[in-house]
T-cell receptor, first 114, second 112 residues
Framework: GNSVTQMEGPVTLSEEAFLTINCTYT??????LFWYVQYPGEGLQLLLK?????DKGSNKGFEATYRKETTSFHLEKGSVQVSDSAVYFC?????????????FGAGTRLAVHP | NAGVTQTPKFRVLKTGQSMTLLCAQD?????MYWYRQDPGMGLRLIHY???????AKGEVPDGYNVSRLKKQNFLLGLESAAPSQTSVYFC???????????FGPGTRLTVL
């Protein structure tokens, strides 16, 4: 079946450290892949997406590359800031029944300290 | 443009009580969704709607009912709340079914 697996958190980093949050997926075909971010007290926001293999999504200094051969979509940022503290969700949209059924990973909490 | 708003933000219920959560969007979106978020499980779809007057079951619909009487509003009802329904509830909307979903800020519900 379709599924998303994310690395467990929490991830605690110092400001300006390098960030990687791992995400792997299982799906039929070659779906799009998303990263959502949830800041404290807020709803989920789409952070970036990739629609086909080898695509790189990027936004706010975050990047993720759609790797078909390893079925992965790892999120990276070269230098994190305190304001990046949030929960990050990898998601797989499966278009079925006329809408995108979003399959989410469990979420990874990131805490960045000054 | 408020986007997606949810009412209330917090609520505590006793087992067996009923309540309705309201979701409103001002983006003229056709599709609306209700999710629940539980620790370590990501978000799971409860019900969704593909347009005014329509509703359909998602992944975890038991114990919930929904209504979409107006295009901009999507209501989630709990007729007889149970402790297992303690969760954070998120509403989302999208213009088309294959479009990006926009999420509200969530409602934290505790059932004692």
């Amino acid at each position: 079946g379709n599924s998303v697996t994310q690395m467990e958190g929490p991830v605690t980093l110092s400001e300006e450290a390098f960030l990687t949050i791992n995400c792997t997926y299982t799906a039929t075909g070659y779906p799009s892949l998303f990263w959502y971010v949830q800041y404290p007290g807020e709803g989920l926001q789409l952070l970036l997406k990739a629609t086909k293999a080898d695509d790189k999504g990027s936004n706010k200094g975050f990047e993720a590359t759609y790797r078909k051969e390893t079925t992965s979509f790892h999120l990276e940022k070269g230098s994190v800031q305190v304001s990046d503290s949030a929960v990050y969700f990898c998601a797989l949209p499966i278009f079925s029944g006329g809408y995108n059924k979003l399959i989410f990973g469990a979420g990874t909490r990131l805490a960045v300290h000054p | 443009n408020a986007g997606v708003t949810q009412t209330p933000k917090f609520r505590v219920l006793k087992t067996g009580q009923s309540m309705t959560l309201l979701c409103a969007q001002d983006m003229n979106h056709e599709y609306m969704y209700w999710y629940r978020q539980d620790p370590g499980m990501g978000l799971r779809l409860i019900h969704y709607s593909v347009g005014e007057g329509t509703t359909a079951k998602g992944e975890v619909p038991d114990g919930y009912n929904v209504s979409r009487l107006k295009k901009q509003n999507f209501l989630l009802g709990l007729e007889s709340a149970a402790p297992s329904q303690t969760s954070v509830y998120f509403c989302a909307s999208s213009y088309r079914g294959d479009d990006t979903q926009y999420f509200g800020p969530g409602t934290r519900l505790t059932v004692l």
